[in-house]
């Protein structure tokens, strides 16, 4: 399937991720490449087969519910590009 | 006398013990290696301070006689293991500077089992890559070479700087990962073991995560028995990994008996793929005519799905990964671009944090996952994937191991194949069916190219059974009596 440079615009910014303008048509030629050579899936009949989201055949544990961690909150911070008070900072989003 | 750098980690185990050298000599010849590899760009940071420390516990150790499995034995760490208080950047910009104020549980059982750290490895960047080019910090290059021909090749990928690290003496043994083929391919490119277990096997609680449901760490080696000894180090069950099976870790080394007697191997019919170089198609006749001599019969299976496992893998693997990622924002660790509002900020530091293949696979990624065509290709691969390992229990009915190529060529060089992402996915065609459906496998080095470079073989099992890939994989150790060794050697001379 061929993607347009609007399509890939669109998932850019669902990826949060910013192209420059001149990426985009180079782009789109590469990722519907890879899309069309991925499109030979359809040639198989896959009707009533069960989807695997993993091969992992187990249920998942159960434990005891509660406290094991915590009390670091200067651990945590130590990798923050920016912190105040014991937070972290980000651009203001609500005005 | 050989030199220090040279020994297996079986032989410098039994040196260490009967005192013939101390853990901090051993680690001394390790550390000047690692110095003297620095051209080809193996290790994004060196720990000699962290190694030395650790040698000297463990001299002190040896000497009261409480020698662990690993204790005093160099390693390296694929930089996508968390390390606590040292640099961890899964070879990505946006992670430059991030010090995990933990440690990842693989790498907390080495040390636990007294092995001492030389530093951390260069890898594509996130494990995204089968060639250690796409890592933010430069590529990697093999210390082999070509016959007659000086130009740098890959040493594979993802686990590149690991692989080549250990193959140019400049590491006992390292730490791998591997989502599609990610040790199991540079170990052949690279001319070492390579083992990647059953998914489940070890814990991924601290592996910077790639493809959840497929990532899988394992140990890289110069010998099979290195492998074994290793993998019973980083096994076992690990409440912090949901996914990590509750099951008791065998004695690897114990399994390595020599022979094969009343087993059946597989050989299956799809892995004849175009294009496949006829060397290789001759030194997989050759393992096979190994195996028969060892006691085991070749049976022919069928893994009919063999040709949708790549397409399947890069809707799945891409689309873990977009999510995955999502983490790297600017807001807790890691690279931070300003912009005007949360929105900017997010978008200007992944721009700037990812590199172009990381990027690509996102994209792929929040593409097949996005409204409308979630169910053309997400669950389509999904169920594709059920099929890959309906083919994989069919066939071991009839045998107890598969052997096939690991590779469908030897090392390129870097740049080849740079322009062509497809070209570049063909080469886990052997490899990526194996991380689809769960299964260990292990890669050996079984023989030269005509040009004089390594070819692996690959031993796949049932799940969990570790224990008949390695004995399969030392069969054909034995057999192949692979000696050699790559242009480039970091280790001092004997």
Redesign the interface.
């Known amino acids: 399937m061929a ?1 347009d440079k609007a ?2 615009a669109r ?9 420059p303008e001149s990426d985009l048509e180079p ?1 789109a030629k ?2 519907s ?3 069309t ?6 040639e ?1 009949d ?1 009707a009533g ?8 055949e ?1 249920t ?2 159960m ?1 005891e519910d509660r406290v094991i961690d915590g009390n ?1 909150r200067d ?2 911070l ?5 912190q105040a008070h014991g937070f ?1 900072l ?4 609500v005005e | 006398m050989t030199a220090l750098t040279d020994l297996t980690i079986v032989e410098a185990r039994d040196g260490l013990r009967s005192k013939e050298f101390s853990a901090g000599e051993l680690t001394e010849a390790h550390i000047a290696a690692v110095e003297r590899a620095r051209p080809l760009n193996l290790y994004l940071k060196e720990t000699p301070e962290r190694a030395r420390d650790m040698a000297a516990g463990a001299d002190a150790r040896l000497a009261r006689g409480e020698g662990r499995s690993l204790e005093g034995v160099p390693l390296a760490i694929k930089d996508l293991f968390c390390t606590e208080g040292v640099e961890t950047t899964a070879a990505s910009r946006i992670l430059e500077g991030f010090k995990p104020p933990y440690e990842s549980t693989v790498t907390a059982n080495l040390w636990a089992a007294g092995a001492v750290m030389l530093g951390k490895t260069n890898l594509d960047e996130f494990a995204m890559g089968s060639s250690t080019t796409t890592s933010g910090f430069g590529p990697s290059e093999n210390p082999w070479r070509r016959r007659g021909d000086n130009r740098p090749l890959v040493p594979g990928g993802s686990s590149g700087g690991s692989s080549a690290a250990v193959a140019a003496r400049a590491a006992m043994g390292a730490t791998g990962t591997d989502t599609g083929g990610s040790i199991r391919q540079p170990a052949g490119f690279s001319g070492i073991v390579g083992l990647k277990p059953t998914y489940g096997r070890c814990s991924r609680w601290g592996i910077v995560a790639f493809a959840s449901s497929l990532d899988q760490a394992g140990p890289m080696t110069r010998t099979v028995r290195d492998a074994a000894i290793m993998l019973g180090a980083m096994a076992g069950h690990d409440p912090k990994d949901s996914t990590s099976a509750p099951l008791a870790v065998p004695d690897y080394e114990a399994a390595l008996t020599g022979e094969l007697k009343g087993l059946k191997v597989g050989i299956p019919r799809e892995y004849r793929v175009d294009g496949m170089a006829a060397e290789i198609e001759q030194l997989w006749q050759q393992g096979v005519a190994w195996v028969k001599a060892a006691g085991a019969s070749p049976v022919e299976i069928s893994l009919p799905m063999t040709k949708y496992a790549l397409p399947a893998y890069y809707i799945i693997a891409p689309a873990e990964a977009s999510s995955n990622l999502a983490r790297y924002d600017g807001v807790r660790f890691g690279l931070r671009v300003p912009g005007e509002s949360l929105d900017e900020m997010y978008e200007a530091t992944r721009a700037a944090g990812f590199g172009t293949e990381v990027r690509r696979r996102i994209l792929i990624g929040t593409y097949v996952l996005s409204a409308g065509y979630y169910d053309a290709y997400y669950l389509k691969a999904q169920q594709l994937r059920t099929l890959i390992a309906r083919d994989f229990s069919n066939a071991f009915k009839s045998c107890d191991f598969i052997l096939a190529p690991t590779a469908p060529s030897a090392a390129f060089a870097i740049g080849e194949k740079a322009d062509d992402p497809v070209a570049m996915y063909l080469n886990d065609v052997f490899t990526v069916p194996v991380n689809l459906a769960g299964l260990p496998g292990i890669s050996v080095p079984a023989g030269l190219s005509s040009d004089g470079l390594p070819l692996g073989l690959q031993v796949i099992g049932r799940a969990f059974d570790e224990a008949m890939v390695l004995r399969a994989g030392d069969v054909i150790e034995r057999a192949a009596g692979f000696t050699h060794k790559p242009a480039f050697i970091a280790g001092g001379a004997g």
């Open positions: 993607l399509t890939v998932i850019a910014t669902l990826a949060r991720i910013k192209v782009l590469e990722l490449g890879i899309l050579w991925i499109e030979q899936l359809r198989v896959t087969v069960e989807p695997m989201a993993s091969v992992a187990m998942l544990p434990r670091c651990k945590i130590s990798n923050a590009p920016q972290f980000v651009p203001k989003v």
